[in-house]
């Protein structure tokens, strides 16, 4: 009984924090502080950071099932942990990078905040391809938010077949976002000004 009550305990939160959270990084991700007067430096070295944690968030997450697999509860245990606080880490990062710089325009080489004729003929269909991953990156970015924390509560209230049902759906896509954030990263790389 008590089992059941701590998941319906955090279904509400569950809930709030799935809407919150995209609502929110939608909003400040609008939002530049330059608009407001405030005159901070751009964080251009964010995005190598949190490309970084996206890939140390898929090592995590390989590691972890590897883990549950050897049977090292506790082990698994952590390192879904390490990789909850990665994800935490590149949300907060991600939004201060984007609170602070304009965005970056896959294959504007010359940084001038447009593309021209040139550019987009130099990228061609790279840049389909580009937006794509970015397309499904950021969608399922969002929908692996309910899917984390359900399966962690479940863990939590030590319902372990139902915790298992789902970590199968959450693992590949939660490993997917990881992956393609680095790939993101590392296409968009050469348009930072």
Same mark, same amino acid.
């Given at each position: 009984?008590?089992?059941?009550?701590?998941?319906?305990?955090?279904?509400?939160?569950?809930?709030?924090?799935?809407?919150?959270?995209?609502?929110?990084?939608?909003?400040?991700?609008?939002?530049?502080?330059?608009?407001?007067?405030?005159?901070?430096?751009?964080?251009?070295?964010?995005?190598?950071?949190?490309?970084?944690?996206?890939?140390?968030?898929?090592?995590?997450?390989?590691?972890?099932?590897?883990?549950?697999?050897?049977?090292?509860?506790?082990?698994?245990?952590?390192?879904?942990?390490?990789? /909850?606080?990665? #994800? $935490? %880490?590149?949300?907060? +990062?991600?939004?201060?990078?984007?609170?602070? =710089?304009?965005? &970056?325009? *896959?294959?504007?080489?010359n940084?001038?905040?447009?593309?021209?004729?040139?550019?987009?003929?130099?990228?061609?269909?790279?840049?389909?391809?580009?937006?794509?991953?970015?397309i499904?990156? /950021?969608?399922? #970015? $969002? %929908?692996?938010?309910? +899917?984390?924390?359900?399966?962690?509560?479940? =863990?939590?209230? &030590?319902? *372990?077949?139902?915790?298992?049902?789902?970590?199968?759906?959450?693992?590949?896509?939660?490993?997917y976002?990881?992956?393609?954030?680095?790939?993101?990263?590392?296409?968009?790389?050469?348009?930072?000004?």
């Amino acid at each position: 009984m008590e089992e059941n009550s701590i998941e319906q305990k955090y279904n509400k939160w569950i809930i709030i924090l799935s809407v919150v959270i995209p609502v929110a990084v939608a909003i400040l991700f609008k939002v530049k502080l330059k608009d407001f007067g405030i005159h901070v430096t751009p964080l251009h070295f964010l995005p190598s950071i949190y490309a970084t944690i996206n890939g140390v968030t898929a090592v995590l997450l390989v590691s972890a099932v590897v883990a549950i697999k050897n049977g090292k509860r506790k082990l698994h245990e952590n390192l879904m942990k390490a990789a /909850i606080g990665c #994800s $935490i %880490a590149f949300l907060v +990062l991600y939004v201060a990078y984007h609170m602070t =710089a304009d965005s &970056t325009i *896959f294959g504007d080489v010359n940084h001038n905040g447009e593309l021209d004729v040139a550019e987009k003929l130099n990228v061609g269909n790279l840049r389909l391809v580009y937006f794509l991953i970015l397309i499904t990156h /950021i969608i399922l #970015s $969002i %929908a692996i938010i309910p +899917l984390v924390l359900v399966t962690y509560v479940r =863990a939590l209230a &030590t319902k *372990f077949d139902k915790h298992k049902k789902i970590a199968k759906i959450t693992f590949p896509i939660w490993l997917y976002v990881a992956v393609t954030g680095v790939v993101v990263y590392l296409m968009i790389s050469p348009y930072y000004a």
